[in-house]
């Protein structure tokens, strides 16, 4: 994420992180620096370990998402709804800034 971006009004709608990068930082490294620049961010996990923590508990690291590798689009686009619409299977309203429990 570009500061001057998020400064400027035009921040990403929301991101796609891959969990894991080979040789480069994955989603669970970077996901607090983005939450720094802008606590509203809207971040979607993904990876092909579905049984990763992270994975299964998105939520307590400060993702709005998530969406198992492989996927069709039209889990991806579900993904994306649901998040940019502030919900993700529950009732609770995630348009909201993360706070660390």
Known sequence: MDPKAIESGRAFDA??????VPGGLGGGEVIQELLALDPKIKVIVSSGYSNDPVMSEYKKYGFRGVVTKPYAIEELSESLYKVER????????LNKPFQAI
Request: proline fraction near 0%; include cysteine; hydrophobic fraction near 45%.
């Open 15 to 20: 991101v796609i992180f891959d969990l894991t």
């Open 86 to 93: 502030g919900f993700q299977r529950g009732l609770e309203c």
